[in-house]
C-alpha cells in the first residue's frame, strides 16, 4: 500500500511515463474500489457531511443509522422541511412531551430545507416503523405545489442517495419516469458524491454537525426581499391547485405504505408567518390558498389520514418569524412542540 501510495504522489509531483502509468494505476483501482464497495455504512458514519448546513447529507445518516439500529417501544417519525424543524423546541422536547402524555417512547425527526414528498417516500422505505408507531409527515400547500418537471428533476438528480422502490412505483402513479440506477452507489447518485469529495476528508478529520436551528443563523430579510417572500406564498397555492393531482399520488403511495405497516398517519400544517398570511388575504392577493388547503383536507379525509395544524392552538405573532416561514422565538417553539405533542396524543 505505501509503495502504490508513493508511486501515486511521485506521478502528480515528477511525472515520467512510469510515473504517469502507476499514477493512473493506482487512480483506476481506487475508483473500482469505490464502485463495488458497500457505501451505505460511509453514509450512515456522517462522514460525507461537509457543512453545518449540510442537511440532506445529514438525515441520510440519520436515517440509515436508525434502519440499522431501530429504536425500541413506540415510536414517532416525523418527516418535514426546515418549517416544521424550525417550530420545534428540540427532538428531545417532542419526545417529552409525547411520553409525559403516555403517547410515544422515541422520536426521529427528519427534516430538511424544502423536503418534498417524493423525498419523504425515499426516507419512508429506509425506516424500521412498526405495528403501533406514528408517522408525521408535512402537508402544506407548498409540499402540494411541486410541478411534474420539478418532481421529475429532483428524480433524475436526487438529493439523498437512497434507493426505494416505494418512491419509484409513486413516480409512476405521478406519470414520472424513474430512472434506471446502476448497482454502485457511487454511481447511481454522482451528483451527491460530486458535490461532497471534501467528506472524504473526514476519514481522518471529524466531520461536523447539523445545527437543528438553522434559521437562527439567517439574517433578517431586506425590505425589498419581503415582496419576494410574501410572492412565493401566492405561488405555493397557485402551484398546489395546478400540480395537486401529481403530488396527491405521492401522499397515496405514502398512505398506503404506512397502512400496510401497521403505522397511523398523521399530516401536518407547517406554520407560516402570520402577519404575511393576513396581509395577502386582505389583499386578495393569494385566493388559491384556502382553495389548496381544503383539497388538502378532503384528500385526508378521504385517505384517514389525521391532519393536524398546531400553529392554530399557538399565539403566534409575525416577530416570532424570521422570514415567511421560519420561527426563532424559543418561547413559540416550546408552545408549538406542546401543542404538536397534545394533537398527537389525542388523536383516535
Not at 423525498?119 to 403501533?132: I, R, Y
Amino acid at each position: 500500500m505505501r509503495a502504490s501510495l508513493d508511486a501515486f504522489v511521485d506521478g502528480l509531483l515528477r511525472p515520467t511515463g512510469a510515473s504517469l502509468a502507476a499514477a493512473l494505476a493506482v487512480a483506476v483501482v481506487t475508483i473500482t474500489a469505490l464502485c463495488l464497495a458497500p457505501l451505505e455504512p460511509l453514509l450512515a458514519s456522517g462522514e460525507m457531511v461537509v457543512s453545518h448546513d449540510d442537511e440532506y447529507a445529514w438525515i441520510t445518516a440519520q436515517v440509515l443509522q436508525v434502519e440499522q439500529a431501530p429504536p425500541s417501544g413506540r415510536a414517532v417519525w416525523v418527516l418535514a422541511s426546515s418549517a416544521t424543524r424550525e417550530a420545534l423546541a428540540s427532538t428531545e422536547a417532542l419526545r417529552e412531551g409525547l411520553a409525559q402524555r403516555g403517547a410515544a417512547d422515541s422520536v426521529t425527526v427528519l427534516a430538511a430545507g424544502g423536503l418534498g414528498p417524493h423525498e419523504a417516500l425515499a426516507l419512508l422505505d429506509h425506516l424500521p416503523v412498526s405495528a403501533g408507531d406514528a408517522v408525521v409527515m408535512e402537508a402544506s400547500p407548498r409540499n402540494f405545489a411541486w410541478s411534474p418537471a420539478r418532481l421529475q428533476a429532483h428524480l433524475d438528480r436526487p438529493r439523498l442517495p437512497l434507493r426505494s422502490p416505494t418512491l419509484d412505483a409513486g413516480a409512476r402513479a405521478a406519470g414520472l419516469a424513474p430512472p434506471r440506477r446502476p448497482a454502485s452507489l457511487l454511481l447511481a447518485y454522482p451528483d451527491f458524491w460530486s458535490a461532497r469529495l471534501g467528506g472524504l476528508l473526514h476519514l481522518v478529520t471529524e466531520a461536523p454537525m447539523v445545527d437543528f436551528h438553522l434559521a437562527d443563523q439567517l439574517a433578517p430579510p431586506q425590505p425589498a426581499q419581503w415582496a419576494a417572500l410574501e410572492l412565493r406564498l401566492v405561488g405555493w397555492g397557485r402551484d398546489c391547485m395546478a400540480h395537486f393531482e401529481q403530488n396527491a399520488a405521492l401522499y397515496r403511495m405514502m398512505t398506503d405504505h404506512v397502512a400496510g405497516l401497521g403505522a397511523r398517519l398523521f399530516w401536518v400544517q407547517a406554520p407560516r408567518n402570520p402577519a404575511i398570511v393576513q396581509r395577502l388575504a386582505s389583499a386578495g392577493a393569494a385566493p388559491e390558498r384556502p382553495a389548496c388547503q381544503a383539497r388538502i383536507q378532503a384528500l385526508a379525509d378521504e385517505l384517514g389520514a389525521t391532519l393536524l395544524d398546531p400553529a392554530r392552538g399557538v399565539q403566534m405573532p409575525g416577530a416570532a418569524f424570521i422570514d415567511h416561514a421560519h420561527i426563532i422565538d424559543p418561547a413559540v417553539r416550546s408552545a408549538f412542540t406542546d401543542e404538536l405533542a397534545a394533537q398527537l396524543s389525542a388523536a383516535p
